[in-house]
């Protein structure tokens, strides 16, 4: 079974920084994408920064050079650390990894529980 265990989060005040991190476990094969999404309320669930299969990374343009994705292959983790917060950051964050291959390994695309990020003005 694929879990996406989601860790970080919290409250912080403008301006400051927090990370998350998000380890997949289950039988893999390999990741194809893996990386953060978000979704306020109100709003739909967006992008904010993923690894692609190729391993390049995509940042939407509201994190560019304050949010930094990183990985730790052995551990089939990501992190993101995020600096200068704002208000508008606030959100739950979504884990979200693309697993593929062959029977018996796990294929198809899952998400963690979310965590609550909220940055208070």
């Known amino acids: 079974q694929v879990q996406l265990v989601e860790s970080g989060g919290g409250s912080v005040q403008a301006g400051g920084s927090l990370g998350l991190s998000c380890a997949v476990s289950g039988r893999i094969w390999r990741i194809g994408t893996m990386g953060w999404y978000r979704q306020a309320p109100g709003n739909e669930r967006e992008l904010v920064a993923a690894?692609?299969?190729?391993?390049?990374?995509d940042y939407a343009e509201f994190v560019k050079g304050r949010f930094t994705l990183s990985r730790d292959n052995a551990k089939n983790t990501v992190y993101l650390r995020m600096n200068s917060l704002e208000p508008e950051d606030t959100a739950v964050y979504y884990c979200n990894a693309d697993l593929y291959g062959p029977p018996p390994y796990d294929s198809g695309d899952y998400w963690g529980q979310g965590t609550q990020v909220t940055v208070s003005s």
């Open positions: 690894f692609t299969s190729r391993g390049a990374i």
